[in-house]
């Protein structure tokens, strides 16, 4: 069975134009689908910010409390020892309201309150690490909600393919309708293959 050159084109264009067609749905729905996948990913990166700050946060929790029950027995050790250099220095007889005895007592007290402080402050800086850590956790959750795909921006990513896949159509068309006049021009369009 023969085929003629016109019916041939038309076949072919129709093929093409169903091809372009086909190929611009499959664009859009991998659009749809990239859109959602980097929506879930911004989505994970914030959760997982978001616990990782919380971590921080009860980290740095953690060490005040720490912190704060080794100035306490860091206070008790320090109560013990002046009181056994008082019953010392009263053992020996010493008046302890003037003198060396005072100086030691008071020297005393001086170093114990600064290893009380040490303890407050390296505590206290371990904490700021982690509160400074969170607030990095938090700034990158921020951050990846900021950077997640928006519903605008997957519509015009939907409208530029649309308007590709009508512009691919279009020029399958003219080119149709130019090869077609060629064709009836030179008398070819009925003649079979």
């Known amino acids: ?113 600064l290893k009380v402080q040490d303890v407050h402050r390296v505590g206290y800086q371990q904490a700021d690490q982690h509160r400074e850590a969170a607030k990095m956790y938090e700034y990158q959750g921020r951050l990846a909600r900021a950077q997640a795909p928006s519903g605008s921006s997957l519509a015009l990513s939907l409208a530029g393919n649309a308007l590709g896949t009508v512009g691919k159509v279009a020029s399958i068309g003219g080119n149709y309708a130019i090869q077609r006049a060629d064709l009836k021009s030179r008398g070819l369009w009925n003649r079979s293959l």
Do not use: C, F
């Not at 072919?12 to 749905?25: E, N, P, R, W």
């Not at 990913?41 to 914030?46: F, R, S, T, V, W």
């Not at 946060?57 to 056994?84: C, P, V, Y």
């Open 1 to 113: 069975m023969a085929i003629s050159l016109g019916t041939a084109l038309t076949i072919a264009t129709a093929v093409a134009a169903t091809t372009a067609i086909a190929g611009g749905v499959v664009g859009g729905v991998a659009s749809i689908a990239e859109h959602n996948q980097a929506k879930a990913n911004a989505k994970a990166q914030e959760q997982q910010a978001e616990y990782n700050k919380r971590q921080e946060m009860r980290e740095a929790a953690r060490i005040e409390a720490e912190t704060a029950e080794n100035a306490r027995r860091q206070r008790e050790q320090s109560e013990r020892l002046k009181a056994q250099q008082r019953a010392l220095l009263g053992k020996s007889g010493a008046a302890m309201t003037s003198g060396s005895p005072l100086a030691i007592l008071g020297a005393t007290a001086a170093d114990e309150e």
